[in-house]
């Protein structure tokens, strides 16, 4: 069996230089926006998590999200720094935590939705949508492989 050797045209190098290239765009969008101050990449899954299902648990979030309990924190700390969320503890089990979204974060939401709409459209814009339905299904597998190799 031959191995394929690491190149410039192997998946590991495409992937990291689309997460790059992804990143980048990200943060210029978010400083050509008003969102500037407020939101700083890595905080979107979190914070369209919380737009969809607000006062959730720490560990709800984490398993939504598939990140561990400890990055979860992180992010709220993160989010909670910029005046985004609070977390209050869960009237009926002390020893949970749920986050709320503040009105600031609700006021943030429609720009920040827009900007997300029009990164997805920058990303898929050369993806037929028959390409674009394949390339999920295959970066969710992807990814669920990666999590189960890590767990």
Known sequence: VKKTPISPNSLGFYLSRASIVFRELLKQ??????????????????????????????????????LSKMTIT??????????????KADENDGRASRVHLTPLARKLEPEYAQLARS?????????????????????????????????
Do not use: C, W
Request: aromatic content about 6%; cysteine-free; overall charge negative.
């Open 29 to 66: 969008s978010l400083a050509e926006s008003s969102l500037k101050d407020y939101i700083k990449p890595g905080m979107g899954n979190l914070m369209f998590s919380l737009y969809e299902q607000d006062g959730v648990t720490k560990t709800e979030l984490a398993r939504t999200l598939s």
């Open 74 to 87: 992180r992010l709220v700390r993160d989010i909670e720094k910029h005046g985004l969320a609070v977390s």
């Open 119 to 151: 990164l997805e459209e920058r990303i898929s814009e050369n993806f037929t949508p028959a390409d674009l339905t394949q390339f999920r299904h295959h970066l969710k597998t992807l990814l669920e492989s990666l999590v189960e190799k890590t767990s």
